[in-house]
């Protein structure tokens, strides 16, 4: 698929850049610590960056906003989460390894202009995580939502076993059974084979 590009990160999170219009416009989809080999990437192909949008506010898909200089789209419900990522770091690497409190812009997702973008509001791994909708490329951007084999936690800080029912019921449910979803962390696949596959997803699905 090669409108989608993806760099994963040393904390095992994907970035993607898509290519919206199949030119040099390109978008991003989460931005991790290391964002070096993306940017390289851009760089090399002379592509036009129009901003990045955020699956959730976790520092393994926000903490490059540092290194990004192009609008920034969040769920402002997440926004907390973005900005103070010292706990979420010192749980991972056992130390906040220095990072300070992020006091840059942070745009609202739910105000965004793009023509080719959908979103969906999908609450339970944090209470603002959202899935980007590319209707036109035949795509979904899942971030901790879902995975190819699993679901994303809601056992921590803003997750909600509740919530993370009702989106999987209420929204991954009726995505288009023949997108292609790309997660926030591991392969690719597509909404048809994680409803046959996908066992902790299907056990919270209502018969
Ligand atoms: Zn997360």
Redesign the pocket.
């Known amino acids: 698929m090669n409108t989608v590009s993806t760099f994963t990160s040393f904390t095992t999170s994907n970035c993607y850049i898509v290519k919206p219009y199949n030119d040099e416009r390109c978008i991003f989809i989460d931005l991790p610590p290391d964002l070096e080999n993306a940017l390289e990437y851009v760089n090399k192909e002379n592509l036009t960056i129009m901003g990045a949008l955020i699956t959730?506010g976790?520092f393994?898909?926000a903490l490059g906003m540092e290194k990004f200089n192009y609008g920034k789209y969040l769920s402002l419900e997440d926004e907390f989460l973005a900005r103070n990522p010292q706990d979420q770091i010192k749980m991972f690497m056992g130390d906040d390894t220095g990072v300070n409190e992020y006091k840059g812009e942070i745009l609202d997702v739910e105000k965004h202009e793009f023509d080719f973008l959908r979103i969906h509001k999908n609450p339970g791994?944090?209470k603002g995580s959202v899935s980007y909708e590319f209707p036109n490329l035949g795509i979904v951007f899942t971030?901790?939502f879902v995975f190819k084999d699993g679901i994303?936690r809601t056992d921590?800080n803003g997750g909600s076993i509740g919530e993370m029912k009702d989106s999987l019921n209420n929204i991954f449910l009726n995505f288009d059974k023949e997108l292609f979803v790309f997660p926030?962390h591991g392969p690719y696949s597509k909404v048809n084979e994680i409803l046959n596959s996908n066992i902790t997803l299907r056990e919270l699905l209502n018969d």
């Open positions: 959730h976790h393994d898909h791994h944090t971030g901790d994303g921590l926030g």
